[in-house]
């Protein structure tokens, strides 16, 4: 059995205590309490080491979050390296469709833009100079060609130079 000095004592303190609680001002009481002198008692570490922050981002609606604050400040600290180090290029390359991209083209503004004068004189010009080139060639072997028939008909025993004497090498007396 219980005393009955205790139930009579824990009735009186419920009563007591329900008048000072209806009496009390809450928030009289919470102006009065210094806030930054109870944030100063909080160890962050510790409440941060308890937060799964997974779980807090999946709450996040981060497209809410962007609309209402200046994000530069916060990218200013973003290793961009080390971020796209972390994404799949190819992955994200195999979702372009490249015919959707292609079909964008303006094709008719892009060839306004082009200098195509330019661009056909230089793969013209090196066409040309290709040609040229082979075009010279083929008349050095004509030539060469054409020297030793010469050469025979007149019954020379020693080959023709290959160059003018003024423009041969000096070679050195015996």
């Known amino acids: 059995m219980t005393d009955p000095a205790e139930v009579l004592a824990q009735q009186v303190t419920e009563r007591v205590l329900d008048?000072?609680?209806?009496?009390?001002?809450?928030?009289?009481?919470?102006?009065?309490?210094d806030l930054n002198l109870v944030l100063t008692k909080v160890d962050l570490n510790a409440l941060?080491?308890?937060?799964?922050?997974n779980a807090f981002l999946a709450r996040v609606d981060v497209n809410a979050f962007l609309a209402r604050v200046d994000v530069k400040p916060l990218l200013d600290q973003v290793d961009i390296n080390e971020l796209v180090s972390h994404v799949?290029?190819?992955?994200?390359?195999?979702?372009?469709?490249v015919n959707q991209l292609v079909a964008q083209v303006d094709v008719n503004e892009l060839v306004s833009r082009t200098d195509l004068g330019a661009v056909i004189a230089s793969s013209t010009g090196g066409m040309g100079t290709d040609a040229l080139d082979a075009v010279r060639s083929q008349a050095v072997g004509l030539d060469q060609f054409v020297d030793r028939w010469v050469q025979r008909?007149?019954?020379?025993?020693?080959p023709a130079p290959s160059a003018p004497s003024a423009l041969l090498p000096a070679q050195a007396e015996p």
């Open 48 to 53: 941060l080491a308890r937060v799964d922050v």
């Open 88 to 97: 799949d290029v190819n992955q994200l390359v195999a979702q372009v469709d």
């Open 153 to 158: 008909l007149l019954r020379r025993g020693r």
């Open 19 to 33: 008048v000072v609680l209806s009496a009390l001002d809450v928030n009289e009481l919470a102006a009065r309490i």
